[in-house]
């Protein structure tokens, strides 16, 4: 199984401020990759797909980037909305699809 | 729109069976899984059908234990869950979506508990 490691675990930004996680598979999924936004009690959200592109309706200061095993997503100027739980999915592998363990974002 | 329903309170060793409704999409043409998050925890993927239903993969954590299936007539798609473990407490989630159609959509989900 294909194993995705992202990081930060968790990290605390101030509005304004721009964000960025990565996230790292264990071999190339090429550009197989989604990320995903969950705020509490919520369902996740597709935000970017097949690594790079923006989902329709979802603000251009979100963006993503990488191929192969290295991935970022960044959130340009932090919006208080944007407190969430972001993951990466990997598809290229499946069965299973394969999460990263999830990156909490606080707002300072 | 994907509705789950199905989710409550169950003894370990016991069964539950979780449904998914959908509406506003040509349900017969798209792959479907469950996906699953333990309390604080992050995502776990354990089960897809294709949109036939002829292709079915679990994840090895609930292999043998749940079964997946789904009714292209009444736009459902369900979770069988039996020999349930404390450890399987989480919020059931139906996602659209797997190997053509790359991008997960998700219902809003089902709690889970098992407890003695």
């Known amino acids: 199984d294909i194993q995705m490691t992202q990081s930060p675990s968790s990290l605390s930004a101030s509005v304004g401020d721009r964000v960025t996680i990565t996230c790292q598979a264990s071999?190339?999924?090429?550009?197989?990759l989604n990320w995903y936004q969950q705020k509490p009690g919520k369902a996740p959200k597709v935000l970017i797909y097949d690594a790079s592109n923006l989902e329709t309706g979802v603000p251009s200061r979100f963006s993503g980037s990488g191929s192969g095993t290295d991935f970022t997503f960044t959130i340009n100027s932090l919006e208080p909305e944007d407190i969430a739980t972001y993951y990466c999915q990997q598809y290229d592998d499946f069965p299973p699809i394969t999460f990263g363990q999830g990156t909490r974002l606080e707002i300072k | 729109q994907l509705v789950e329903s199905g989710g409550g309170l169950a003894q370990p060793g016991g069964s539950l069976r979780l449904s998914c409704a959908a509406s506003?999409?040509?349900?017969?043409?798209?792959?479907m899984n469950w996906v699953r998050q333990a309390p604080g925890k992050g995502l776990e993927w354990i089960s897809y059908i294709s949109s036939g239903g002829s292709t079915i993969y679990y994840a090895e954590s609930v292999k043998g234990r749940f079964t997946i299936s789904r009714d292209n007539a009444k736009n459902t798609v369900s979770l069988q869950m039996n020999s349930l473990r404390a450890e399987d407490t989480a919020v059931y989630y139906c996602?659209?979506?797997?190997?053509?159609?790359?991008?997960?959509?998700w219902g809003q989900g089902t709690l889970v508990t098992v407890s003695s």
């Open positions: 996602a659209r979506g797997g190997i053509v159609a790359t991008i997960l959509y």
């Open positions: 506003g999409f040509p349900f017969s043409s798209y792959e």
């Open positions: 071999q190339d999924i090429s550009n197989s």
